[in-house]
């Protein structure tokens, strides 16, 4: 498993607007945390690989998706290997 951490900068409200719409056309995620930041939004996105990550970040639908909600390129992007993650209680970890 891989999370990768998106930072947008831009109006917090105006992002979360749009992270929100995006969503509704998105299908669920596993495990995904949307966070209000002073000078925008950081989202922190799980993958089951790296592999899969790569092509979903870079994939020109999901950016085209993302502009049409008013999410611009992200000002950072990471990825890192999950070691554990703890959801209601129960540790899963990654394999």
């Known amino acids: 498993m891989h999370a ?3 930072h947008f900068t831009g109006d917090p409200d105006e992002l979360l607007a749009g992270y929100d719409a995006m ?3 998105l ?3 596993e495990l995904q945390l949307c ?3 002073p000078d925008g ?3 922190v996105d799980t993958c089951p690989s790296r592999e899969v990550f790569e ?3 870079a994939s020109e639908d999901f950016r085209a998706l993302r ?3 008013g999410l611009p390129d992200p000002a950072r992007l990471e990825d890192f ?3 554990v993650a703890h959801v209601d209680g129960r540790a899963v970890r990654a394999s």
């Open 35 to 37: 966070l209000r930041a």
């Open 55 to 57: 092509g979903f970040a």
């Open 4 to 6: 990768s951490i998106w």
């Open 67 to 69: 502009s049409a909600h």
């Open 23 to 25: 969503l509704a056309a």
């Open 27 to 29: 299908p669920p995620f």
């Open 41 to 43: 939004i950081v989202i």
């Open 81 to 83: 290997p999950v070691h």
